[in-house]
């Protein structure tokens, strides 16, 4: 039951764990366990720069989409 939830949030999250994780070369789950234990103590605060983050990279695969689209005609 707990892995189907984990699978669950895995596939339907933003990815901007995944995305810092490369880019600064450490484990996801130091990544995402740093984003909760910081909600905790700054009241909120990583959750905002998580949804900002979140729309950021939403926003660079959509132009990346229609780069490639728009070379590849």
Sequence with gaps: MF????TF??????????YLAERLGMSISKIRLFFI??????VGFPIFFYMLAALVL???RYIKKIRLSVWDV
């Design 9 to 18: 949030f895995e596939k339907q999250s933003f990815g901007v764990c995944t």
């Design 37 to 42: 234990y910081s909600s905790f103590l700054a």
């Design 3 to 6: 892995q189907q939830v984990v």
């Design 58 to 60: 939403d926003v660079r």
